[in-house]
């Protein structure tokens, strides 16, 4: 079966986009998440054209083989992780801006196009792509449409799913279809858009995609504020909240994030306090929100930056980055709760209280505007006997952030890490309306198999 | 069959809740869309709790009895209507705010809860519930849900499926799912919430919502601008967009409508122009935005009210409720297209052209901001023989629509009344995956038949 598609696969595209070259396969095996089960594509497959895919999934079709789609492999659940006997289908090379139309303030573009560059080539308009998960450098538009990325931004401007009108969708028989609309307004039909958004390449093969754009804010203000300790910082998300201000960005960083950006920066940050609350506020009231917001966080006892801080708004590209080359393993996780807004403080320090337990290590930010935090959690890198307590102390973090009415997962999507406290959040009857979506989108189940949906549990 | 559901019926529910009187009957049987296929329910079934709409809906399944749901009635593509042999089923008892949580910023409600009920209780802690349709009065949010109403303030807020964050729903069997989280932001398994959102009571009964709530703005500046023309004041929009201010309402009234106003409350706005676009700007920067408008379409040859304009705020209260008590018939038609921004002006002509080529009467007004027209098509009443060329207008506004890349309903819903345009919108594989997603979750096909998709054309 393996050297019939392959042989077909280079029968039918030229050899540059195709290749079994192990190093190559190696290279395309897994994205940035935790690796649980490390398997190797029997090939790595380029499309280079919408029929490309469409050849290619015929042919997944025909031969039943499994195809894992791939970005930029930036994502951190192992959404893009090769199975067994897969081919990786990559749309890096789909890269281009098909469209940008300023007054209809939409941009038609191919899935490998990379976030920032569409920003860069829209901005010229005087418009925006909201949606900026960490990674917006280098991941695409398709993997952002898989996950249903966030950002930073996404409390006042939304998430991917907001943004997205319309998509091109190879089903998994190799059937273009078209879902959505280019008006912003519509609904004519289920809504098959918000549907394949975030469902990480499990029902078909996003090769195009409608988005809205936003206008450039005019001003945009930057606050850095340190406090005493992480709990008052939470708190003073709430107290913004409260003044009736929505910042476009409301970044914390607890004091050991601090401490690892003192030591990659040579900062003093740490010192000057035990946590930090980045926020921006945007638009024509930049100033007057900024203003605000400065006054209630001073009143919480914060040290708030001058009106003009340089220094606040090299500590947001910081924050962007915050990840740096850190890439997940066995003795290192990051997570990705979300819960309602009030119970940040609370889960905060239960996340203290569940790494002192564990003995385990722990960071926290947080896009605290919309209550989605990402706490990291390690041991020390070769300690094979710690690990079961640090999967003890993520299994306890998962379970308190639902038991306070949060998900498993804010932005960064189920994969195939999170698969397994899906069923903790979600019942029986719910997966099995998901898996029935599956099953008439996808009814060999070649599309990403063992990713975003637990198997069910026979009796 | 009727006698045996009935009778179980009345077994099961209070006396109360149950009707089978001829007027009570009659007073269920429409919504406000025009009616193509007058049907009388057998029944109407009122339930107070997630637990009568679970045994109504048992016993619709065993007996195989069609089910309509129905909150206000106030929908206008006839979702709502009764069809053939159906219980009509109504959640407008069940309106209940459970809970609002400032903090959290979200609202819990029962499907009966009447929109502006929601907005009169979260204004008290300074939010907002935004979707605000015409009907906001009136409408209830489980209506509001099924349709995913949009409204006045969309194009800055976003429509009623970005608002919902969680859902209740009593599916075709009885089995009650929820699907959604309480935090803002999620990615956990597929999007059913949005499926749900939008499909007009045909995948399952929605008997709770959580919502999320918005800033109710510091301020609210509020201008009206006369033009010469209607395609002037289209142009306006786009120039609005072009100054990258988004303002919160931007709607557009031609001449036709300026003079039904004037009719009605003995104004003189048609004498002051032939098209008038009213403007809203709201939060902290309303001032700065307004000053830019008000110079934006001045330079257009506007002319526009003054700073504080009394007058300005009641017209868009008259623009809310311009439909006032008007009822779609045979003899008058309400259309919903939305197109995008760049073809509102087109469009317009378009409009214009199409009800003097077949010699009908034509109003539109539009929620320009997002491109979503309200024309209105009609003949003197009465005139039956002058039918055919309503139909064939209302045909053509709709071809012409989608070939300037629209959509045939912008926010009202596909319902009973639109699904024979549905094919010209959406491919038969797109329609195909509907049905596919309809037969899951509603194999015996009992939830609102005929609404929302058009049935399989056989071979």
Known sequence: MTDSIISALQATLPAEQVSVREDVLAAHALDQGPVTDHKMPIAVVWAQSVEDVQSVMKLAHTHSVPVVCRGAGTGVSGGAHATTGCLVLSLERMDRILEIHPEDEIARVEPGVVNADLNTAVAEYGLMYAPDPASYKISTIGGNVATNAGGLRCAKYGVTRESVLALDVVLADGTLIRTGRRSFKGVAGYDLTGLFVGSEGTLGVVVGATVRLRYLPADVQTI??????????????????????????????????????????????????????????DGFAAETE?????????????????EVSEEAVRLVELRRHSRGAEMDDVFRVGEDVAVPRSQLVHYIAELERIAADHEVGLKVVAHAGDGNLHPTFWVTAGETEKIPLLNAALDESIEVGLALGGTITGEHGVGQYKVRWLPLEQREEVLELQRGIKALFDPKGLLNPGKALPERIEA
């Open 224 to 281: 850095a504020a340190f406090f005493p300790e992480v709990t008052t910082a939470a708190a003073g998300v709430l107290a913004v909240g409260k003044a009736r201000v929505q910042p476009a960005i409301m970044e914390l960083l607890d004091g050991n994030t601090l401490v690892q950006l003192d030591a990659e920066q040579g900062s003093d940050l740490r010192q000057r306090g035990g946590a930090l609350l980045l926020i921006q506020t």
């Open 290 to 306: 900024a203003k605000i917001v400065r006054q209630v966080l001073g009143d919480l006892g914060a040290t708030v930056t001058a």
